[in-house]
């Protein structure tokens, strides 16, 4: 739960396909939950199986440099949505 911080959405209807997600990496997540939101029905648990069998054998660490990086993008993304919150 502290890596995937949806405040916005109701993930109790997805309960088994997060089940799936969290087999990868927690440095995933995030990112698949989102690609997972972004479509428009959510996903099946096979759909969310097959995504996780992509990433199979990925390091459970997440590299320093990735890490940083990963930050501030997503200082950068809250970033902008502060300033769109602020310019409404």
């Known amino acids: ?3 995937v911080c ?3 959405h109701d993930l109790s209807d997805h ?3 997060l089940v799936e997600i969290h087999a990868t990496p927690s440095w995933l997540w995030y990112a698949l939950v989102e690609k997972m939101l972004a479509s428009e029905s959510g996903w099946t648990v096979k759909e969310a199986h097959d995504q996780v069998a992509r990433f199979k054998g990925l390091p459970v660490d997440y590299p320093q440099e990735r890490r ?4 501030m993008l997503r200082f950068v ?3 902008l949505m502060l300033a769109a919150a602020l310019w409404v």
């Open 68 to 71: 940083m990086l990963y930050l």
């Open 1 to 3: 739960s502290e890596a």
């Open 6 to 8: 949806h405040v916005a």
């Open 15 to 17: 309960y088994r396909t």
């Open 77 to 79: 993304e809250l970033a």
